[in-house]
């Protein structure tokens, strides 16, 4: 069974600053999608970025940007310039391909933003 | 579009009651899933539905538990008789057929005492 997890339970980071999120998963298969979704506290899940395990190329979307280690099974998240409103939960999420449709979870990372 | 719609977004009930949670899923969307949220567990899948049918129903807790989809705008899950260990924030999402990403509604925040 696939497996999603995140080391850090809790992380800080200085307003404008960049942290980096960790997430690692175990499956067997070749094609596959991973996610970050952020939950604030009014517990929206929202999607913040996703990678296609075929594209070498990491995504981005804005300030968001992931680190796709693909042999180290390995999907970090990094906000540039964090800003106020980036404190949430954040989760890691696998979905394999091939039509499948369930996400497995990582227990999520809380992140403070420090003014 | 609305987006996905839960409802209600807060229920508190009496141990034994019958809870039945709502969920109208984005207009199009073919897939739609059932997800549990707490602390000791984070986010479970319970069940998920393709075009009304059940597709995997093997992380739904319990008999107590049953969900349906009666048609593709609209689906309940219902636990009877709830127990204090249901305490949990529920959670609809749907996508459509294909690499398409989920898309969460906000969630029901159940409360048994």
């Known amino acids: 069974a696939q497996t999603v997890t995140q080391s850090q339970p809790e992380m800080s980071v200085q307003e404008a600053e960049t942290v980096t999120l960790s997430c690692t998963y175990d499956?067997?298969?070749?094609?596959?999608?991973l996610f970050w979704y952020k939950q604030p506290p009014s517990r929206q899940m929202i999607l913040v970025i996703r990678q296609e395990a075929y594209k070498q190329q990491n995504a981005t979307e804005n300030r968001f940007s992931v680190n796709f280690q693909k042999a180290a099974k390995s999907f970090s998240l990094k906000i540039s310039d964090s800003q106020l409103g980036d404190a949430a939960m954040y989760f890691c999420?696998?979905?394999?391909?091939?039509?499948?449709?369930?996400?497995?979870f990582g227990q999520g990372t809380r992140l403070t933003i420090n003014p | 579009d609305a987006g996905v719609i839960q409802s209600p977004r807060h229920e508190v009930t009496e141990m034994g009651q019958e809870v039945t949670l709502r969920c109208k899923p984005i207009s199009g969307h073919d897939y739609l899933f059932w997800y549990r949220q707490t602390m000791m567990r984070g986010l479970e899948l319970l069940i998920y539905?393709?075009?009304?049918?059940?597709?995997?129903d093997s992380g739904m807790p319990e008999d107590r538990f049953s969900a349906k989809m009666p048609n593709a705008s609209f689906s309940t899950l219902k636990i009877q008789p709830s127990e204090p260990r249901d305490s949990a924030v529920y959670f609809c999402?749907?996508?459509?057929?294909?690499?398409?990403?989920?898309?969460f509604g906000p969630g029901t925040r159940l409360t048994v005492l």
């Open positions: 999402a749907s996508t459509r057929q294909g690499p398409d990403t989920q898309y």
């Open positions: 999420a696998y979905r394999r391909g091939r039509g499948a449709q369930k996400l497995v």
């Open positions: 499956t067997s298969e070749s094609d596959y999608y």
């Open positions: 539905f393709n075009n009304n049918v059940p597709i995997d």
